[in-house]
């Protein structure tokens, strides 16, 4: 039996609290200054989102939209059931983000070395606090509650994690900003 694996890594499981911009007013008009159109949240990912030109020659960045998707474990983590603890763990491993976001965005980033091989990249917004909300609650729960491992279902299939060793991480990241023109 020939088993075929698809390596995926959670390359950016970001989730980021995004400001808005404050509007300018026009100096020779006398006018009150009026606000500037604000990007929504789907906008100011869209910006932030990795494109194959971060990435350079030989690598592909598309879109993934898990709820468009035919062939995917589940469209919404609504649809994950299984240990109540363990389903924003699985959620996040299907691109699917954590609580309830403002917006998010998913590609799939792909290179001509490793054909098969797939780097899922996440972006998620929330209002203020709900981000720290998803990543010390839901995630972190998640973390520390199932590493023994843990089985979930969606739509009529089921889904085996084996245990696993948390890892500690960085406490923050730094990149370089990029704004939206």
């Known amino acids: ?27 020779t008009s006398g006018a009150p200054p009026s606000p500037a159109r604000q990007a929504t ?30 062939s995917v474990f589940a469209r919404s983590a609504r649809e994950i059931t299984g240990d109540g603890a363990c389903v924003p763990l699985a959620a996040m ?3 699917l983000p954590l609580g309830t976001p403002q917006a998010y ?23 203020q606090g709900m ?15 199932c590493s023994l491992g843990f089985t979930v279902r969606a739509n009529g299939h089921g889904e085996t994690y084996y245990p696993f060793e948390p890892e500690e991480t960085p406490t923050s990241a730094t990149r370089p900003s990029r704004t939206a023109a």
Do not use: W
Not at 46 to 57: E, F, K, P, Q, R
Not at 105 to 127: C, D, H, M, N, Q
């Open 1 to 27: 039996m020939k088993r075929t694996v698809t390596a995926t890594s959670l390359l950016a499981a970001a989730l980021t609290c995004l400001t808005g911009c404050t509007g300018h007013a026009n100096a």
């Open 93 to 95: 491993t299907h691109q």
């Open 131 to 145: 981000a720290m909300t998803a990543m010390d609650t839901l995630l972190a729960d998640a973390v520390q509650g």
């Open 41 to 70: 949240p789907a906008e100011r990912l869209s910006a932030l989102m990795v494109t194959t030109a971060d990435l350079g020659a030989g690598y592909s960045v598309r879109e993934f939209d898990p709820a468009r998707q035919k």
């Open 105 to 127: 965005l998913s590609r799939v980033v792909s290179t001509e070395e490793a054909p098969g091989i797939r780097i899922y990249v996440t972006l998620a917004t929330y209002g």
